[in-house]
């Protein structure tokens, strides 16, 4: 094998930061890229490499070693490739920047149970908790980083580890109506984040895509599951998503047919 191979979905969060990591590193040519179709059974060849695991991205280095975990990946490719590093070289920096990383998880977790919640009288215990941990982060970045705008003077390993969450976010945006308030309290988290996702390392994805792709799991179903009265799931690859129309963004309506998705 001449190359690390990292199987993975084009749309996937955790993948796109290896992808906006190499992007950084000047290395994106230095992979293999590998899709998987979720909406399929696994590749048992896969499944064997993995050991029966499902979660994605996955690297398979040169020499068949497989590495799982999106920070763990990343981890990889940063000792592997110090230079040009991403992550903080010194001690404390790196600390801080660790410490931002490790908000990263529950952040992540209210994103996506919003989105994928189903009672409409838990919309706003939703927006309440995003809301709450937005300010977590504007509180962090005011402190260590105030004048942004990111946490250090490029963007590096932090902001690698959250835009791809910034953007993936583009499906509250969508179809909960949720944006980060433009008021003086979240005025740093805000600079952050929109710092982050225009970054020229971080554009494998498009608002357009996300709101596609990501129609399904507003509707409860995540992992290319298929909603009753659907035979296609709209993470399905062909037809492909600029070819399909806008979703309807009412949720509650009740999914649209395959058909209205463009999806045959």
């Not at 008021?183 to 225009?198: F, G, L, M, N, S």
Request: proline fraction near 9%.
């Amino acid at each position: 094998m001449s190359k690390p191979i990292i199987y993975h979905i084009p749309v996937c969060p955790f993948s796109q930061r290896v992808e906006i990591l190499l992007a950084l590193k000047g290395m994106t040519g230095a992979v293999e890229f590998r899709i998987v179709d979720i909406t399929k059974p696994r590749d048992p060849e896969l499944l064997a490499k993995t050991r029966g695991t499902t979660a994605l991205p996955v690297l398979e280095t040169e020499d068949g070693k497989i590495v799982k975990e999106s920070l763990v990946i990343l981890k990889y490719f940063e000792d592997r490739f110090p230079s040009p590093p991403v992550a903080r070289t010194d001690p404390y920096e790196r600390a801080v920047e660790n410490m931002l990383i490790a908000q990263e998880g529950p952040f992540t977790m209210a994103g996506y149970l919003y989105v994928m919640n189903q009672a409409k009288v838990k919309q706003a215990e939703h927006r309440d908790k995003m809301l709450g941990l937005y300010a977590q982060l504007n509180d962090f970045l005011s402190h260590h980083a105030p004048n942004g705008p990111f946490l250090f003077d490029t963007f590096g390993m932090a902001e690698a580890v959250f835009t791809p969450m910034f953007m993936r976010f583009w499906f509250l945006d969508y179809y909960e109506d949720f944006q980060i308030p433009d008021t003086p309290e979240y005025a740093r988290v805000k600079q952050w984040h929109d710092a982050c996702i225009v970054h020229p390392a971080a554009q494998q994805v498009s608002y357009d895509k996300i709101v596609k792709l990501y129609y399904d799991y507003a509707l409860g179903a995540g992992n290319g599951a298929l909603l009753p009265g659907r035979k296609l799931s709209s993470f399905v690859f062909q037809p492909d998503w600029p070819e399909r129309p806008m979703p309807p963004r009412d949720k509650w309506a009740g999914t649209a047919t395959d058909a209205a998705l463009g999806l045959t």
